[in-house]
């Protein structure tokens, strides 16, 4: 079965070295190329893609930027492909929602193999509408909450925060990070705005409310109990 791939990388040689061993090992797979986010982001609005390849250091937008706009909408498996190594990158990479990394310089059949598991994985399950941990339950295409089975009303933040949690149980999120992923990195409010609205959730939440739970000094995270 074909699989439809974007390449967002601004370096021409490793565009060239990814699409000829692609295209070799892989004919399976059909690869649209960006060489730069916001062509990136053109192109993910204009198609749908079983897997997005992306560099850190894009021109225009950065990787981080382009995916917390993927975020919003689709849950399309995403590779990193940087040479910024440290483990404190990694991990934002991976609180902004990306599926796996990959540093260069890597070895194209080490990143070819990755790409083979995510869309196996992504093709084998159906991605459920409907996210659950504990009491709460959100459905995400009709933007509706339960706790306990009674349906709760929350506004646009609140929603956007929970969902962000919920997606990763377990996973604590910075302050930083979820002002990124719910307000926009644009945002020029400090990070007393979530703060703010995490004690609104939980109020909102009622009993559930305490599932959500403050990490000293590093943010919050959400769990089943």
């Known amino acids: 079965m074909q699989s439809h791939i974007l390449l967002v990388e601004d370096d021409p040689k490793i565009r060239e070295a990814i699409i000829d061993y692609f295209s070799e090992k892989a004919p399976?797979?059909?690869?649209?190329?960006?060489?730069?986010?916001?062509?990136?982001?053109?192109?993910?609005?204009?198609?749908?893609?079983?897997?997005?390849?992306?560099?850190?250091?894009?021109?225009?937008?950065?990787?981080?930027?382009?995916?917390?706009?993927?975020?919003?909408?689709?849950?399309?498996p995403v590779i990193?492909?940087?040479?910024?190594?440290?483990?404190?990158?990694?991990?934002?990479?991976?609180?902004?929602?990306?599926?796996?990394?990959?540093?260069?310089?890597?070895?194209?059949?080490?990143?070819?193999?990755?790409?083979?598991?995510l869309i196996k994985r992504s093709k084998g399950t159906v991605l459920d509408d409907i996210l659950v941990c504990g009491n709460i339950q959100l459905h995400k295409r009709a933007l509706t909450v339960r706790v306990a089975g009674e349906e709760i009303e929350l506004p646009p933040k609140e929603l956007k925060m929970l969902s962000v949690l919920m997606e990763r149980p377990g996973w604590t999120f910075s302050r930083d990070t979820l002002l990124d992923l719910v307000w926009g990195r644009d945002f020029f409010g400090n990070d007393r705005v979530v703060d703010n609205h995490i004690k609104k959730l939980r109020k909102n939440l009622k009993s559930a409310g305490a599932q959500i739970k403050t990490v000293f000094v590093k943010g919050y995270k959400i769990m089943e109990e």
């Open 80 to 117: 990193f492909m940087t040479a910024r190594t440290s483990e404190e990158d990694r991990l934002y990479g991976y609180e902004l929602g990306c599926d796996d990394y990959v540093c260069k310089p890597f070895s194209i059949a080490e990143l070819l193999a990755k790409v083979n598991a």
């Open 28 to 76: 399976e797979y059909t690869m649209d190329i960006a060489k730069s986010g916001l062509e990136g982001l053109n192109k993910i609005e204009e198609n749908n893609y079983d897997l997005i390849l992306l560099d850190v250091m894009l021109p225009q937008m950065s990787g981080f930027d382009l995916i917390v706009k993927i975020r919003k909408s689709m849950d399309v």
